[in-house]
């Protein structure tokens, strides 16, 4: 079965706010989510044509197991998490399985 994928985009407005964004996103939310969710692999991106634009990305093992996820208390304890240390900040999801890989 193919890798399946959680994306969660948020936007950033205030540049001031960045720094301690990145920092709570790097130390804090990936390691809880990471745990939480039982994944393998994470990433994290800010977009280098919006920089108000940031990424995370992580990898189930299959759909089954990010459909779980989803049904899951796990992502609402994140969820709220997130809105209570970053209420202005925005965020989409959106979940994804692999269609193909090239490359090693």
Do not use: C
Request: avoid cysteine; hydrophobic fraction near 50%; glycine fraction near 2%.
């Amino acid at each position: 079965m193919p890798a399946a994928y959680f994306v969660v985009r948020a936007t950033v407005t205030d540049p001031a706010k960045r720094v301690a964004f990145d920092k709570w996103y790097e130390t804090e939310h990936v390691p809880d989510a990471v745990k939480a969710f039982g994944v393998a692999k994470a990433w994290r991106f800010w977009s280098l044509d919006d920089p108000s634009l940031h990424q995370a990305m992580y990898q189930f093992d299959d759909e089954a197991a990010l459909a779980a996820m989803l049904k899951g208390d796990a992502l609402n304890r994140l969820v709220a998490d997130f809105i209570r240390d970053w209420p202005d900040v925005t965020r989409t999801r959106e979940t994804l399985v692999l269609a193909q890989a090239f490359g090693t």
